[in-house]
Nanobody, 121 residues
């Protein structure tokens, strides 16, 4: 599976961005798809994930502000990010796999290249 993340950019605090992760080579529909982020000098951290049967999981820091969704027809998984804060600034990565340890990055098999999100104060 090849993953391509897009939609990052520069936004002011309180603004919104929508990230998209497109898959090629294999359908998303039977995988867990997750979003992770990595800020400079920090470890990669879990943001959100959706299972093949549409259960969703969020990090406490983004719950109520971010929404993950899947479009099986387009083979994409999006991350709608609202009420953005400067601390959301990071490179965001999408990942896919058959993991059962959804919040742990190393358990995912496939990764996109990352897209930069910068939130100014």
């Amino acid at each position: 599976v090849q993953l391509q993340a897009s939609g990052g950019g520069l936004v002011q605090a309180g603004g919104s961005l929508r990230l998209s992760c497109a898959a090629s080579g294999r359908t998303f529909s039977r995988y867990v798809v997750g979003w992770f982020r990595q800020a400079p000098g920090k470890e990669r951290e879990f943001v959100a994930a959706m299972t093949w049967d549409d259960n969703t999981y969020y990090a406490d820091s983004v719950k109520g502000r971010f929404t993950i969704s899947r479009d099986n027809a387009k083979n994409t998984v999006d991350l709608q990010m609202n009420s953005l804060k400067p601390e959301d600034t990071a490179v965001y990565y999408c990942a896919a796999g058959s993991t059962r340890v959804i919040r742990t990055a190393r358990t995912y098999d496939y990764w996109g290249q990352g897209t930069q999100v910068t939130v100014s104060s």
